[in-house]
């Protein structure tokens, strides 16, 4: 198996006079845990479709451990969790896994795959009677059934409760220490952080940030003062060197600072503030962060 388990070339995809993609360089490594972020429309769906050979690409080329996708897919490579798509409302949960099996030369045994996604107890269940993290967790198990070197997950925690995201990701962090690689699209970036080896930003078409969530997130200076600041003169404030915004809820000032030193002085001196914390950047900060940089460039 070589180790480069994913590769995309100068790829570009348009949709009319859209252009969802524009020359996407990746390689994902084997055994990496990959977060694809960006906002809607950023070229995120149409990456992973063409990944899957779902859509082909204008230009470029993209391999999937040394093969095109159809290869990977036929040898069961890949296995696949979207964010939505048809099942067989009508079947029971172990009907449709024995189905999806069925299509496969080594599938894992239906039992098993039930029991990794945290099922077993739905298998006799139909999947219309089922609740949205439910299905959510069908779909997993339908996506390892394979036994696949590559699983793609596309918005996997989608409809469930804060529980069954925290089981989720428990099942997934037993797939990864059987060597598996990970790609998975989520808007819950703490997800992202936490779960990641490495965080792929995608903004109009392009990969505008690639690197750990830590480096992503020592990429933005500057820190945040949240403070209790009654009567706050919000003009002074926002008028103070290496304060780059101000925002209020209430008597809570939220100050973004390029300088929080200088800042806390003048807080400590000059006002009534109290309950002050001080906060390093999160990931949604500096996604946020990049984000707006690249806009102003476009």
Known sequence: MTTSAVSL?????????????????????????????????????????????????????????????AE?????????????????????????LNLVAGLHKE???????????????????????LSGGQQQ??????????????????????????ESRRDFWASMHAETARGRTVLF???????????ADRVVLMRNGKIVADGTAAQIKASVSGRTIRATIPGANL???AALDGVRSVETRGDVVLLQ????DATLRYLLASTR?????????????????ISAEQEALA
Do not use: W
């Open 185 to 195: 699209a989520t808007h819950y970036l703490e997800e992202a952080d936490a779960y």
């Open 72 to 96: 990977a897919i036929a040898k069961g490579l890949v296995g696949v969790m979207l964010q939505s798509g048809g099942i067989i409302e009508d079947a029971k949960v172990g009907e449709l």
């Open 137 to 162: 967790r069908v779909r997993f198990a339908m996506a390892i059934v394979p036994q696949p070197e590559l699983i793609v997950l596309d918005e996997p925690t989608t409809g469930m409760d804060v």
């Open 9 to 69: 070339r100068g790829v570009t995809r348009k949709y009319g006079a859209v252009q969802a993609v524009a020359g996407v360089d990746l390689e994902i490594r084997a055994g990496e845990v990959v977060a694809l972020l960006g906002p809607n429309g950023a070229g995120k769906s149409t990456t992973i479709e063409m990944l899957l050979g779902l859509a082909r690409p204008d230009q470029g080329e993209v391999r999937v451990y040394g093969g095109s996708p």
């Open 235 to 237: 003009a002074a404030l």
């Open 107 to 129: 599938p894992m045994p239906v039992g098993e795959a039930l029991e990794r996604a945290g099922i077993a107890d739905l298998r006799d269940r139909k999947l219309k009677g």
């Open 273 to 289: 503030a109290h309950d002050i914390e001080v906060t390093s950047a999160d990931l949604e900060d500096a996604v946020l962060a």
């Open 257 to 260: 600072c390029a300088d929080s």
